[in-house]
């Protein structure tokens, strides 16, 4: 079983950075792939970013690419996305996903464990 808890959301301009984190329980952290997804309102859940166990692999969507980072610290069991240059349509509730597959964690479906997001808004 893990648990994961999502931190650093809040209202930030267009333009502006935010730093989500993600603690995860358990001893096994670096046995799973963490993802990050979001869900604007009206909208289904998206995935955003992912990263292996090890933090070696990672993949972010076209959408965010060259503006989101995916970082992992096994040490601390810690998963974070950093979000530059946000725009208003990033505007979501960010929720952060674990899957000891790495393929798996980036499918809505497939992913095992969820913790209960952090909300970001970006004003224009």
């Known amino acids: 079983q893990v648990q994961l808890v999502e931190s650093g959301g809040g209202l930030v301009q267009a333009g502006g950075s935010l730093r989500l984190s993600c603690a995860a329980s358990?001893?096994?952290?670096?046995?799973?792939?963490m993802g990050w997804f979001r869900q604007a309102p009206g909208r289904e859940r998206e995935f955003v970013a992912a990263?292996?166990?090890?933090?070696?692999?990672?993949y972010v969507a076209d959408s965010v690419k060259g503006r989101f980072t995916i970082a992992r610290d096994n040490d601390k069991n810690t998963v974070d996305l950093q979000m530059n240059s946000l725009k208003p349509e990033d505007t979501a509730v960010y929720y952060c996903?674990?899957?000891?597959?790495?393929?798996?964690?980036?499918?809505?479906?497939?992913?095992?464990?969820w913790g209960k997001g952090t909300l970001v808004t970006v004003s224009s």
């Open positions: 996903a674990a899957n000891t597959d790495y393929r798996a964690v980036q499918q809505f479906a497939r992913v095992d464990y």
């Open positions: 358990g001893r096994t952290f670096s046995t799973y792939a």
């Open positions: 990263i292996t166990g090890s933090g070696r692999g990672r």
